[in-house]
């Protein structure tokens, strides 16, 4: 797929940053967090806006530092994990580039989840089964789902480089 701009999406703690690094890096491309600029824009941690200020105000900056990124080229994008749930989100994400989805099992997810509440919405373990649940449609919409089930990070990068073609 020609393209040039990759939006990665999928669950919280799939793996998105680190692949957007090292996918970046393959590519010679720019490489953005949008958790990583809604921190810096907001001076506060994801946690704490969402204890601060709400979901409702991280979803608004959120989608503020999205339209952000619809202008720029060569650019691999690790979207937060509730980004492309939103259709207009994932209508701009499709429209505007290429998106893949790092498909991880729920129980690796929470192998990876470190106890410390930095992820507000991983609190609760019946809420966070139901939330991956229902991201799982959403994230099905992805242009390309990437199996990342123990799959290391060089070998996740290599299927989405052989997908993008030359």
């Known amino acids: 797929m020609r393209t040039e701009k990759i939006y990665l999406v999928g669950f919280m703690a799939a793996g998105k940053s680190s692949l957007a690094r090292a996918l970046a890096k393959r590519l010679k491309w720019h490489v953005e967090d949008i958790d990583d600029r809604i921190e810096a824009r907001e001076h506060m941690t994801i946690s704490e806006i969402f204890s601060k200020r709400g979901e409702s105000h991280f979803r608004m900056v959120e989608r503020a530092v ?76 992805a242009h390309l789902r990437l199996d990342g089930a123990g799959a290391p990070i060089g070998e996740l990068v290599d299927r989405a480089v052989d997908w993008l073609g030359p």
Do not use: C
Request: glycine content about 6%; charged content about 20%; cysteine-free.
């Open 66 to 141: 999205l339209a952000e990124m619809l202008p720029l080229d060569h650019t691999v994008i690790a979207t937060g994990g509730g980004t492309f749930v939103e259709p207009d989100n994932q209508a701009a994400i499709n429209s505007n580039g290429a998106s893949i989805w790092i498909d991880v099992p729920l129980e690796q997810i929470i192998s990876r989840l470190s106890p410390d509440k930095r992820r507000p919405l991983a609190s609760n373990r019946a809420e966070l089964e139901q939330l991956y649940a229902l991201r799982q449609s959403a994230y099905a919409r």
